[in-house]
């Protein structure tokens, strides 16, 4: 058998450390591109988001006009119609706004405005909010008693913290059956803010309940009553609870409904891994 020569041996350690370098070299600047692609999507995503609004608020203004009868009398056709065309503006609002909160955080851009909010206040919001398309669900609905809120406080960013619950409490109305239950209470003391959401609906197995809070994740089991949302809500309810250095627990038995339970400090505190919501994608 042929012995190589120790120059020869250095020789090839040479040769496959350079290999190596190269390759490694390689591999940095690919991960580079795709960073700056993702960036440059997030960009886009964000001005075109921003460009759609500006005529779709006027789509959703004018039909506001016409159905408050501005434009004179219609028959019951075009009522209809009017009508139609200021629901799915308001939907097609409600997505674009989603796509550019989703922009925002991934740009690490939203900040938050944090105040001492009476609970009272946020429970208002949130009914002011919900209760016009929870009315036509036929669920039964437990709100927090006002009695029980007086006195205290969250320091939040109240349009932030409404924008968290408006998602849960729409997400419980979208997923459980007619003649369930959805009760929401509030609670707060001197270290933290609780608002929790429950719900009779069809709950989420253990192995989904990470996956849920992914961009786009929507379970195949609710793919029926999902013809509302494209499964951003929860991703930007997570990104404002951890930009409030917060979190947010889920629990519940499967086939028996579930609770979300969002609980934010009373103080600022440590900005670790805030804004670092948006990771991966649903498959
Ligand atoms: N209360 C709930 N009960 C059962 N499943 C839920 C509940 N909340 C969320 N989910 C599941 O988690 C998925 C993701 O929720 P998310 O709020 O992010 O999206 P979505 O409600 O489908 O759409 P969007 O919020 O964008 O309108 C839902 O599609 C649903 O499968
Ligand atoms: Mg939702």
């Not at 503006?89 to 991934?106: C, E, K, P, Q």
């Not at 951003?232 to 629990?251: M, N, S, T």
């Not at 934010?264 to 919501?277: D, H, M, R, T």
Request: aromatic share 4%; glycine share 8%; charged share 25%.
């Amino acid at each position: 058998m042929a012995v190589q020569s120790s120059d020869s041996v250095a020789l090839d350690v040479l040769q496959a450390n350079v290999e190596l370098l190269a390759e490694k070299e390689r591999l940095e600047q690919e991960r580079l591109r795709l960073i700056e692609l993702d960036r440059l999507k997030m960009e886009f995503l964000g001005r075109v988001s921003h460009d759609l609004r500006t005529p779709l608020n006027s789509i959703i203004g004018f039909s506001d006009l016409i159905m408050a009868g501005v434009g004179g009398k219609m028959n019951r056709k075009h009522a209809e119609f009017i009508s139609a065309i200021n629901r799915n503006g308001h939907a097609l609002l409600g997505l674009i706004n989603d796509l550019l909160d989703l922009s925002t955080i991934d740009a690490r851009k939203m900040t938050l405005k944090r105040a001492s909010v009476p609970l009272q206040m946020i429970l208002d919001d949130l009914r002011a909010a919900t209760e016009p398309v929870l009315a036509s669900a036929n669920l039964s609905v437990t709100w927090p008693s006002p009695v029980a809120l007086i006195g205290k406080s969250a320091f939040v960013d109240r349009r932030r913290l409404s924008q968290v619950l408006v998602n849960l409490v729409d997400n419980a109305r979208k997923f459980t059956p007619p003649g369930g239950e959805v009760s929401i209470v509030m609670d707060a003391d001197g270290e933290n803010a609780t608002f929790t959401v429950r719900d009779t609906g069809p709950g989420i197995p253990l192995e989904e309940r990470e996956r849920i809070f992914h961009p786009y994740y929507q379970r195949s089991a609710t793919l029926g009553s999902r013809a509302d949302g494209v499964g951003l809500g929860l991703v930007i309810v997570k990104a404002i609870v951890e930009l409030h250095q917060g979190r947010i627990v889920l629990d519940g038995d499967a086939g028996k409904g579930c609770m979300f339970q969002v609980v934010l400090p009373q103080k600022e505190g440590e900005l670790a891994g805030v804004g670092a919501a948006v990771q991966g994608s649903a498959p």
